[in-house]
């Protein structure tokens, strides 16, 4: 089974705060994702990444930036939270081209 | 640009009722299509997928969906649901290489 681990399930952050959330894969997959869950708008895409170092923007870039040193591993960063940044955060990985995309647990985050 | 529809965004069934789902899609080429399903607290887990051949499939508990290419449809369908079918369901289409795009759900109540 694929498994795709994010660290934090629950966070509570100040406006301002720099926030990391961390996502890890065990399936040497080379695609990974960052996605963000809203009611009404469903998924929506951050940032996507298809080899160590390299990375794309989604359809909402704008307030995040992402980091992947490691293949296992691809981090999202707000550098500085909104309130409007609140959300539930999903990562996801693939193995490439048009295969299954695989979802992790997700993180709710909260901006007050 | 790419996009993908669900036009129902609440249903509410009895049990043992029949299910459909809708889900089209704007792509003119070769697409993988997906059903994904979150249950209440839980991650998104496949349904079900078509890559190619038979354009009738089957996914897990019951569910099954038919690709229709001259409708650029694929709807999801279950004879009969269940109380434990009570979820959230996306479609999602890839087209091109790792980029996958999903549409914005659908809520699916179950009364027992």
């Known amino acids: 089974d694929v498994k795709v681990t994010q660290s934090s399930r629950y966070l509570v952050k100040r406006t301002g705060e720099k926030v990391f959330l961390e996502c890890v894969q065990d399936?040497?997959?080379?695609?990974m994702f960052w996605y963000r869950q809203d009611p009404g708008l469903g998924l929506r895409l951050i940032y996507f990444?298809?080899?160590?170092?390299?990375?794309e923007k989604g359809d909402i870039p704008e307030g995040y930036s992402v980091s992947r040193e490691k293949k296992e591993r691809f981090s999202l960063i707000l550098e500085s939270a909104s309130t409007n940044q609140t959300s539930m955060y999903l990562c996801?990985?693939?193995?490439?081209?048009?295969?299954?995309?695989?979802f992790g647990e997700g993180s709710w985050l909260t901006v007050v | 640009a790419q996009s993908v529809s669900q036009h129902n965004h609440h249903v509410i069934l009895s049990e043992a009722a029949s299910l459909e789902l809708g889900c089209n899609y704007s792509?003119?080429?070769?697409?993988?299509l997906f059903w994904y399903v979150q249950y209440p607290g839980q991650h998104l887990q496949l349904l079900l997928k078509?890559?190619?051949?038979?354009?009738l499939v089957k996914g897990i508990k019951g569910f099954e969906a038919e690709f229709i290419k001259s409708k650029f449809s694929f709807n999801l369908r279950k004879p009969s649901v269940q109380w434990s079918d009570t979820a959230e369901y996306f479609c999602?289409?890839?087209?091109?290489?790792?980029?996958?795009?999903f549409g914005s759900g659908t809520r699916l109540s179950i009364r027992p």
């Open positions: 996801a990985t693939s193995p490439g081209g048009r295969d299954t995309i695989y």
């Open positions: 399936m040497d997959h080379e695609n």
């Open positions: 990444s298809y080899d160590v170092k390299m990375k």
């Open positions: 792509y003119g080429g070769t697409v993988n």
């Open positions: 078509y890559f190619s051949g038979d354009p």
């Open positions: 999602a289409v890839i087209s091109s290489a790792s980029k996958i795009i």
